[in-house]
């Protein structure tokens, strides 16, 4: 979107509201870093921090050195290890005019950050200097990127009627199709919604009866917005970084699967794979083999980038992995070439881990069959909140309906 605005002549500044990653470890702070390096390149001018991005920083997150030391963090009322990469604000001049642009974190947020090393102040104390400094520079438009509650970026927004744009990362997941104009100010307020699902676009046309127009976009699949060669590159060159260290370098570790704590059976948060269920469930098996389930992990073999060696994306393709949380299990899939047998989202997933349910139908154990027949069972009004939606989430599934999806891999109990 950016390229073809640059390329049908709109000289363009593009700021970020921040949350570039979402949960700590080493691979945010790889997804961090590479998110970074594609905001350089696409130009942005000013980022401002979101929630998630904060609770998980650390000294080597602001790097002057990564991104040729152009400071294109602002935070007006954030201080962090006093790196001196973070502005107060910024001043971007473009085609003549002036934009100052400075950001703001909550004070409802800032609770939620347990770190001595990161400072905040009160946003309503640290912004009359911030605004006084940048009107020193005679700017044509100040823009204040609020990560804050939308209430509480709304209050900014009335209590500082000097910026012309007030920019909130609050609302709801799609943004309303008009700004809104503060009541008794000048001050335009754009709520952007989540997930990067929309873009908001600015256009300022000074000495116009309307100098500021705006356009909810829609970053959809239309032919002109398709991915870049340049990100293309960046997505692969992650995806061999996250392979080239592999799950220990990811500090990814097998753990006992919750089925298995405290079991007498040692086996019993064990996985087996789903040859071992086709075995008494011959129809089930079959239904299951034929579904996109069992093609799970060939789907990320076969994308471009392969994507196998991602925790995040393997977790809900293979058999043995907690799907939110992206980890393995003990006995869980570890790679195509040292478990085979747990490619694809198969049996044990929904039904959880099945060795010693295996190992007694084998064995004709019938002091355990009758426990451990029942243990394995996933009863359908249970099966939406506590396994499909762990897979089928809003991120991943926004269309996910029980109803429809079931009738897809919909398979008897018993054969």
């Given at each position: ?108 947020y800032q609770q939620l950050v ?152 040692p086996r019993m948060g064990l ?141 008897p109990g018993k054969d």
């Open positions: 979107m950016l390229k073809k605005l640059r390329s049908d002549g709109w000289p363009l500044i593009a700021f970020d509201l921040g949350s570039q990653v979402r949960r700590s470890g080493a691979q945010a702070a790889i997804k961090y870093h590479r998110t970074r390096e594609a905001l350089e390149k696409l130009k942005y001018d000013a980022l401002a921090f979101g929630l998630e991005d904060i609770r998980r920083l650390s000294i080597d997150t602001i790097d002057p050195q990564l991104y040729e030391g152009k400071a294109i963090h602002v935070g007006a009322n954030v201080n962090i290890y006093d790196a001196p990469e973070i502005q107060p604000f910024r001043i971007i001049e473009v085609n003549g005019y002036k934009i100052g642009v400075t950001a703001i974190f909550g004070s409802e347990p770190n001595s090393d990161i400072k905040f102040s009160d946003p309503q104390d640290a912004l009359p200097q911030v605004i006084q400094e940048m009107q020193k520079e005679n700017c044509d438009l100040l823009v204040l990127l609020s990560h804050a509650p939308l209430e509480e970026s709304r209050k900014l927004a009335q209590k500082f009627p000097d910026f012309d744009v007030v920019v909130t990362a609050g609302g709801a997941d799609e943004p309303p199709l008009k700004l809104e104009v503060i009541e008794g100010t000048k001050t335009k307020f754009i709520e952007l919604g989540h997930k990067a699902m929309y873009a908001g676009v600015i256009g300022f046309f000074p000495g116009s009866d309307e100098p500021l127009r705006y356009q909810k976009v829609p970053l959809d699949s239309r032919p002109e917005f398709a991915p870049t060669e340049e990100m293309k590159q960046l997505l692969a060159e992650y995806q061999v970084e996250l392979q080239s260290l592999g799950f220990a370098g990811l500090e990814v570790f097998p753990v006992k699967h919750p089925r298995g704590a405290g079991a007498e059976n996985f087996a794979g789903a040859e071992s269920c086709k075995q008494c469930h011959k129809k089930a098996w079959g239904k299951w083999s034929k579904s996109n389930h069992a093609k799970a992990t060939k789907t990320l073999i076969e994308s471009k980038p392969p994507r196998q060696f991602d925790p995040e994306c393997i977790s809900c393709h293979v058999t043995g992995w907690n799907p939110q949380e992206y980890f393995p299990y003990e006995s869980g899939f570890l790679s195509v070439e040292k478990t085979p047998h747990l490619v694809g989202n198969s049996c044990e997933n929904c039904h959880g881990p099945g060795a010693a349910h295996v190992e007694a139908e084998k064995n004709n154990d019938r002091a355990s069959l009758a426990k451990l027949r029942d243990i394995m069972k996933l009863r359908i009004g249970d099966a939406e909140l506590t396994v499909c939606r762990k897979c089928h989430d809003l991120d991943n599934s926004p269309e996910f309906n029980l109803e429809t999806y079931w009738e897809k891999v919909k398979h």
